[in-house]
Structures are given as C-alpha cells and as structure tokens.
C-alpha cells in the first residue's frame, strides 16, 4: 500500500484529540505497520491499534453500558468512579467516540435526582409545619397533612393555589372564615440564604470550560476540540449536584431541628453550607486537572489545569459578589480563618 487512495475512505483514521485526518500518515506504511505514533498536527502520541479499532470500552460507563439492566447499574457505577478521576480519565480514552444521548440521559438522571431531593425537604417542611398549626388550639385545619405534604413534593418550585393550606380561627369571632397560607412561607426565605454559595459553585462549574478561551495558545498547540471539554463538562456536573443536595438537606435539617415558632427565623449552618461548596469546588478541579492529565494529554497538565481553575474561581467570585458582597465576604474569611470564622 503505496498511495492515500489504496486507503479505504470509510475507515475511522482521525486524530482523537484534534480530529486530523491520518490516513496520509498510514498510506506511508510500505513494509510494516507500526504500533505507535504521533499526530503531525498537534503532536499527541498514537497507538495504532486505538485509533483503527477502538477497544476496550468500559461497560461500567453509562455511555457503553448495554441492555437496560447493565445501563441501570453503569448509573451508580459512573457516578461512584467519578470519585477516582485519575481512574475514570484513564479508562474514558479519546479514541471513543462520545455518545450524547447517554450522556444526556445521564445528566437528566441527576437533575431527576436534584429535583426529587428539593421536593423530599419541601414536603418535610410542610409537614412540620402543617403539625405545628394544627397543634394550635385556635385553629381548626381543613387540609389534610399528607396530601399538603403530596403537593409539596410534587411542586416543590411553585407558590400557587396549589401550594396552599387552609384553616379556620376557632377562637377569634374577628378572623372567622377560611385563611390560607403558602406551604414555602417559612422554608422559601430559608432556601434564599442558600443563593449566594449556590451561585458561587454554579459560575464556576461553568466557567471551567470556558476559561480554556484565556489559554489560546496551549488550547491552538493541543489542538484540544470542545466536543472534548463538552464531554468533561457533563460528567462533572455531578458534583454541583450532590452539592446542590447537600445544601437542601443542610436547610431542611436546620428548620426541622428548630424548636416550634421560632422556625421562620432559623438560619441554615453556614459552616456546614460553605464547607459543601468548598469540597464541590476542590473535588471539580482535581477533576478537570485528571481530565486535562490523562483524558486530553495535554502538555504542561499542571500548570494548564492552575491556570483553568484560577480564572474560573477568579471569575466566580467577582461575578457573585457583584450580587452578595456580604456573602462572598464571610466565605473567603472562612477560607482564610477558619478558626475564626
């Protein structure tokens, strides 16, 4: 084979990293096919063997997982490995080609997950607080508890009619007739101090793919395609979930725990809020450093991956004290003085 024409036009000899059509390169093998190489474009080292025949998919990956049952497992399995991302970027080679719809399905999955977590601490929420006026001898309810605690569950976002209860004033010939107040009157201002930590982790998670636009010239010398760093960027969005998670919790605990009518002044634990966002945000870039060590191979990993993580936690903090001066205040305080804070 002596000429790029003898090369089939339906075989898959692209560059995974930049895409660079190396059936040229082949079309020069004229007495042996070597095992290793390099791509002329942006010098990523080859084996052969990878980018003709793709093998070795991990089935323990939602994206290669077959069968509804295997599928099923490869959710938690992903979501576990994604704990060891030196691992996981070992495993997840360029040479595969990204399935979108299962990474798609993926992230839904978390959003379902998400959502489900907010409903589970919004019915709690009204539950409690459903008991607490219903033990209130002035006050007949006319709602049952466990359908209050339905609606909430299904609607945890909204604070329509829906998502109201009813009760009569027993006692009080002035306030007779039917009142209503909204399930979330307590749990909502509760959740609005959450916003600021919320919006912190939210920014950065984004601007991490976003900051490779600052290092044009690492990025044009790897030739680094954004199909690749949009495929990063799904799967770490499972660490802003279970944040986002963690969060809830944190709120739902800290009204729950509070004692009767004292609950619509609670505030959640702070501490505990920015120690959630802290982890999130560490565990995201030793992710996105694995990604760029082992996934785009990319030179100088450490330094790209210092440089990555800087301007999108620079970005976030500007961007969210624009919003909540007082918020990002206390949270670097913490960082800086945690005895203190």
């Known amino acids: 084979m002596t000429e790029s024409a003898d090369i089939p036009h339906t075989i898959n000899a692209r560059c995974p990293r930049c895409g660079y059509d190396l059936r040229g390169e082949i079309a020069t093998w004229t007495e042996a096919c070597p095992l290793f190489g390099r791509c002329t474009e942006c010098g990523l080292d080859l084996a052969w063997g990878d980018v003709l025949d793709p093998r070795g998919r991990p089935r323990w990956n939602i994206e290669y997982a077959h069968g509804l049952g295997r599928t099923a497992m490869a959710l938690p399995f992903t ?3 994604s704990f060891l991302p030196r691992y996981f970027w070992r495993r997840l080679c360029m040479t595969l080609e990204p399935r979108w719809r299962r990474l798609a399905f993926y992230v839904g999955v978390w959003f379902l997950v998400c959502h489900l977590s907010m409903g589970a601490g919004s019915a709690a929420v009204a539950g409690s ?3 607490l006026y219903a033990s209130a001898s002035e006050l007949s309810m006319l709602d049952d508890q466990v ?3 339905v609606r909430a569950f ?5 604070s329509g009619p829906m998502l109201r209860y009813r009760f009569k ?5 002035s306030q007779q007739g039917v009142h209503t107040r909204p399930l979330d009157s ?4 509760l959740l609005k101090r959450l916003h600021p930590a919320a919006l ?3 920014l950065f998670t984004v601007a991490l793919p976003a900051s490779f636009v600052t290092l044009p010239v690492s990025r044009r010398q790897a030739r680094v395609r954004w199909r690749h760093l949009a495929r990063i960027f799904t799967y770490g969005l499972l660490f802003p979930a279970l944040a986002f998670i963690g969060m809830i919790a944190i709120a739902a605990t800290a009204y729950l725990s509070a004692p009767g009518w004292s609950r619509p002044s609670v505030d959640p634990d702070l501490a505990r809020v920015h120690l959630v966002v802290i982890a999130a945000a560490l565990m995201l870039a030793l992710w996105w450093w694995c990604a760029i060590r082992w996934f785009l191979r990319m030179s100088q990993p450490g330094r790209v991956g210092l440089s990555v993580v800087g301007v999108a936690m620079m970005f976030a903090l500007a961007a ?3 919003v909540y001066p007082d918020a990002v205040t206390r949270l670097i305080s913490r960082i800086l003085f945690p005895l203190g804070a």
Not at 186 to 189: E, G, I, K, R, S
């Open 79 to 81: 979501a576990a490995l």
């Open 129 to 131: 607080q459903w008991s």
């Open 147 to 149: 359908a209050v605690m």
């Open 154 to 158: 299904i609607l945890p976002y909204s």
């Open 169 to 173: 004033v027993i006692r009080h010939p």
């Open 186 to 189: 307590w749990f909502a201002p």
């Open 200 to 202: 912190l982790l939210a």
């Open 320 to 322: 969210t004290y624009i």
